[in-house]
């Protein structure tokens, strides 16, 4: 873990004493659980706070409003168990959905540990996202194409529900090929993170009529 790293993060998402406190509990239960689970490549233990917290962290000023979010594959809980972290004194709440039963253990456990708001669904996206109506954000990093986000946010995203896709240099091809299937309203925002890299937020959807 780079400490340089940390505070930069720290500093520059204004991060509360207490969510710090919570934000190393993480992080010390990710580095002892990732030598027998591989919850993250290897190569990006040592940037956690640079390359993984810090991308979750941008997520949260994108909806200062949203208070119930819902992550889809949250393998070692980016976003979503940060978020929960880092949103906690702002009464946010995060369903964390993971099939990978050995993952969903470790996300029980640093929830717990860090007090962090969450519900861990060990289920496949397509069995629970219909139970998630009403949630303000969905979100996914580093799981899958965008066409596939979609169609697994379809139900939440053409009822109100605004998706925050964090996405990287192929963001256009991606959009080029979603848009090939779906109708929907969106905005890139820069991430803070990586240069090239893009948030995809989703603000309408729909599915167009056959021809």
């Given at each position: 873990m780079s400490g340089e790293g940390r505070a930069q993060v720290l500093?520059?998402?204004?991060?509360?004493?207490?969510?710090?406190?919570?934000l190393d509990i993480y992080v010390a239960q990710l580095t002892r659980w990732q030598t027998v689970k591989n919850l993250v490549g290897p190569s990006t233990l040592s940037e956690v706070w640079s390359r993984?917290?810090?991308?979750?962290?941008q997520l949260l000023a994108l909806a200062p409003d949203a208070k119930r979010w819902i992550d889809l594959g949250s393998g070692a809980g980016i976003p979503g168990l940060i978020l929960a972290i880092a949103g906690k004194e702002r009464g946010i709440h995060v369903t964390l959905v993971e099939s990978n039963a050995r993952k969903c253990a470790f996300l029980t456990e640093a929830a717990r540990l860090t007090g962090a708001?969450?519900?861990?669904?060990?289920a496949r996206i397509e069995a629970v996202i219909g139970a998630e109506a009403g949630a303000d954000i969905v979100c996914a990093r580093a799981l899958a194409a965008l066409d596939q986000l979609l169609d697994?946010?379809?139900?939440l995203l053409k009822s109100g529900t605004t998706g925050l896709f964090p996405k990287g240099r192929d963001v256009q091809a991606e959009?080029?090929?979603?848009a090939a299937r779906w109708t929907f309203t969106y905005d890139?925002?820069?991430s803070r993170t990586e240069s090239d890299a893009r948030i995809v937020r989703v603000t309408a959807l729909t599915e167009p009529s056959p021809r």
């Open positions: 500093s520059a998402y204004d991060v509360s004493r207490e969510t710090t406190q919570a993984h917290i810090a991308d979750a962290l708001p969450a519900t861990v669904r060990n697994w946010s379809a139900p959009l080029t090929q979603a890139l925002v820069p």
